[in-house]
């Protein structure tokens, strides 16, 4: 019998695809909006994420995130690493600031001071020039997006010479970030040499970044540094989530994205019930003849069951496959940068899937068990 639901759907060529449509559409929509709206809340953790050694960050208690932050003196260093478990402490400075290209355009970028000594606040990995061009005078190192903003896609941004606060500096090195949420071009130099391109206030020490000694537990130790010190310590983890909050509540991305959402799922539920709903119209006698020879409800209940499980498994790989091309599609570009498809979202679309075909699938099949087997000899 199943095998004759199978027939019965795939015969009717254009109902079978307009279901497929619907399902796979509204698959893509939820897939892929939910995966966007994901990956671009993380990048408000991008400050933290790019600074790998750090296991606490020591900051001033109104500081929320890497980007909304209050400078502390510079006094707060020797107390955080006077703290006991404290394994090593250096300074780490983050500002904005604009600067004027050898063409005279003006861009506002964020400036980055780590350790003059262990360049401790540098990411990782390098695409151009290595972290000791750091050494040279007047020497930033830009990251990858900033340097496609500011200079083009085809452009070397290594030698370009900018004005700094009416200071020079040489970009001698490109950076593999992460974006941040902004987009904003990224230069890294000495702590050193971003003290003289920040304009002068009393305190401009932005973090203290630390690390734990062996064996050392790290949230213990932030512990230890808010009642020694009075500053606020965070580990890694909870800053980089408080980043991510900072985007969900201060932002209307979550309204939007998540309108979106459930646009795809009306969507979906509106194609696939009115094609299901004609589909099932259509085939009102051949149902009819099988309850007349003797088939019953719960056999045709499940004929239809096998007819929406077909569909919706297609059109289900179809939407995921989509999405994935898409992300990985547009991944090399500079605002696609590091997406990636959370685990959990395939499965929140699977069920947003399962959802709209029994609604659909339950209404459409009303018609058929209310169908008297007579009416077909009528």
């Known amino acids: ?76 260093l020797d107390q955080v690493r006077s703290v006991p478990g404290v394994a090593w402490a250096v300074p780490h400075l983050r500002a904005n600031a604009s600067v004027r290209t050898r063409t005279g355009d003006l861009e506002g970028v964020a400036i980055i001071g780590v350790d003059d000594a262990t360049l401790i606040g540098l990411p990782k990995r390098m695409y151009a020039g290595s972290p000791e ?10 990251d990858d ?11 070397d941004p290594i030698g370009e010479r900018l004005e700094l606060n009416d200071q020079r500096a040489v970009i001698r090195g490109v950076a593999d970030t992460i974006p941040s949420f902004t987009s904003q071009a990224t230069l890294y130099t000495k702590y050193s040499q971003a003290l003289n391109y920040v304009p002068g206030t009393r305190n401009r020490m932005t973090f203290v970044l630390a690390g734990v000694s062996d064996g050392v537990i790290p949230e213990v130790v932030a512990g230890r ?26 932002t209307g991305i979550p309204v939007n994205f998540g309108t979106t959402v459930v646009l795809g799922f009306v969507v979906g539920v509106a194609i696939v019930g009115l094609t299901f709903s ?14 007349a020879i003797g088939v019953t409800n719960s056999r045709i209940i499940r004929m239809v069951a096998a007819q929406a499980a077909l569909v919706g498994s297609i059109g289900y790989c179809l939407g995921v496959i989509g999405t994935v091309v898409f992300i ?50 009528r």
């Open 133 to 142: 061009v750091l050494s040279q005078p007047d020497s930033v190192i830009i």
């Open 1 to 76: 019998m199943l095998w004759i639901a199978i027939r019965m759907l795939t015969g009717d060529k254009q109902k079978f695809y307009g279901l497929l449509f619907g399902i796979a559409f509204s698959t893509l929509l939820i897939t892929q909006q939910l995966t966007i709206f994901i990956n671009l809340i993380e990048r408000g953790a991008s400050g933290v994420y790019n600074e790998p050694s750090a296991e606490i960050w020591v900051m001033d208690p109104v500081s929320r995130t890497s980007d909304v932050s209050y400078a502390m003196p510079s006094t707060a």
């Open 328 to 377: 990985f599609g547009f991944g090399e570009g500079p605002f696609f940068k590091g997406f990636y498809v959370p685990w959990a979202i395939p499965i929140v679309s699977l069920v947003a899937v399962i959802v709209i075909l029994v609604i659909t699938g339950w209404i459409a099949l009303r018609s058929v068990l209310n169908t008297e087997p007579a009416a077909v000899f």
């Open 278 to 291: 004609l589909f099932i119209r259509d085939n009102i006698k051949q149902f009819g003849a099988l309850k």
């Open 225 to 250: 540094i808010e009642s020694q010190t009075g500053y606020k310590a965070e580990v890694r983890e909870d800053f980089a989530r408080a980043g991510v909050n900072f985007i969900i509540e201060n």
């Open 145 to 155: 997006g900033g340097a496609y903003n500011m200079f083009g896609p085809e452009a």
